[in-house]
């Protein structure tokens, strides 16, 4: 008991002096505190800073979107749904002409040669096995002179085959190129029965096409070379790189390769509406995919696992270009070869998919 009350005598001003230590130490540390965060908000110089110091190791090194605040614009994404307007167009020729085919050539303003390439070979066939085809080139704006502008006009006013829209075309904006396309033959093709978007710089054997064509199901029918299961490509060096921030899933569903694919006529309105609810990777034929998945709809490989060929063989054989109906070529001077060489398998006796070809 003594004890005790000596101890706590004796301990009284130690413990007074101890509280107003913490409580000095406490008043310090808040004080500090608020003066910091006024003078960071108010001096806000070495925030800026940091920002541009992180911009810049941000654009040297790899885009890694996890560090972009969700409100930038991400450079896997582009802008669609949005108003898009036709600044070229042939508003009445798909309509009065009723094509049962038409094809639908994605092109850069300034390639000229890639369109009268095609207009001397495969776009010269506007009437096979009895059925009439139209070929649309689908251009964006380009961003450079106002001659190759002049050019692309004098040209839509010879060939009436133009079609432009008013996005940047680049190769990031193909996606939007494919949507704006599906707006156009939505609207402007109600007596076509199929569409194909194919690169130009692609062999099209037009009679197999439409062999092949006479044969398929009227609707909900969507093939090409189907890729099914592939991998998302998550090498930032790669052409094709999305990272896991913008899709998480390792693998893409089915979808046909960009360089050659054939739909019925009354797919383009679905995939419009389901674009609303599939945010637009920049990878075009991913997103068409990831719309038909959307849709349920599945899609359907072709009757011969050979007729969209994805590589041009080295050695093309007596009857290659009769028995196919894409093959992937380097440029616009191989097309012009290709197309003399498939007359000449025609004369010499090759079958095509439907025989007799007929070129
Ligand atoms: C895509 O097109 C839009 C609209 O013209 C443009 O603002 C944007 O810069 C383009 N993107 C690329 C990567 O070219
Ligand atoms: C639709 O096209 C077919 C030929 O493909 C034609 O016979 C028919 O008259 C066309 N219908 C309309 C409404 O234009």
Redesign the pocket.
């Known amino acids: 008991m003594l004890e005790s009350s000596i101890s706590k005598s004796e301990k009284a001003p130690w413990t007074r002096a101890r509280r107003g230590l913490c409580l000095l130490i406490l008043v310090l540390m808040t004080g500090t505190l608020i003066t910091v965060y006024i003078w960071s908000s108010e001096v806000s110089w070495p925030l800026n800073i940091w920002t541009k110091w992180s911009d810049q190791s941000y654009s040297n090194k790899t885009p890694s979107v996890d560090s972009i605040p969700a409100a930038e614009p991400s450079?896997f994404f582009?802008?669609y749904p949005?108003q898009?307007t036709f600044i070229l167009d042939e508003p009445h020729r798909c309509l009065q002409e009723s094509p049962f085919l038409v094809l639908m050539i994605p092109v850069a303003p300034h390639n000229r040669e890639a369109r009268d390439t095609i207009r001397n070979t495969w776009g010269k066939e506007t009437k096979v096995l009895g059925r009439v085809i139209n070929h649309y080139f689908l251009l964006?704006?380009n961003d450079g002179t106002e001659t190759v502008k002049d050019q692309v006009l004098q040209e839509s006013q010879k060939h009436h085959d133009i079609l432009q829209s008013?996005?940047?075309?680049?190769?990031?904006?193909l996606t939007?190129k494919t949507m704006v396309m599906f707006e156009w033959l939505s609207s402007h093709c109600p007596n076509t029965s199929y569409a194909m978007k194919v690169d130009s710089d692609m062999f099209l054997n037009v009679h197999n096409l439409v062999g092949m064509l006479l044969e398929a199901p009227r609707q909900l029918y969507l093939t090409g070379q189907v890729a099914r299961g592939a991998a998302v490509l998550r090498d930032h060096t790669s052409k094709w790189f999305l990272p896991v921030s913008a899709y998480p899933d390792p693998s893409y569903p089915p979808y046909a390769l960009g360089l050659g694919y054939v739909f019925s006529l009354d797919l383009p309105k679905k995939i419009l509406e389901a674009s609303a609810h599939v945010k637009a990777v920049?990878i075009e034929d991913v997103y068409v995919g990831l719309c038909m998945r959307h849709l349920g709809i599945p899609l359907t490989d072709p009757p011969r696992g050979d007729l969209f060929q994805t590589f041009k063989p080295h050695a093309t054989s007596d009857c290659h270009w009769t028995s196919v109906i894409t093959t992937i070529l380097y440029n616009s001077n191989q097309l012009s070869g290709a197309w003399g060489d498939y007359q000449t398998q025609v004369q010499s006796g090759c079958n095509c998919y439907i025989s007799p070809c007929a070129v």
């Open positions: 450079p582009v802008t949005h898009y964006g704006l008013d996005f940047l075309d680049s190769y990031k904006n939007i920049y």
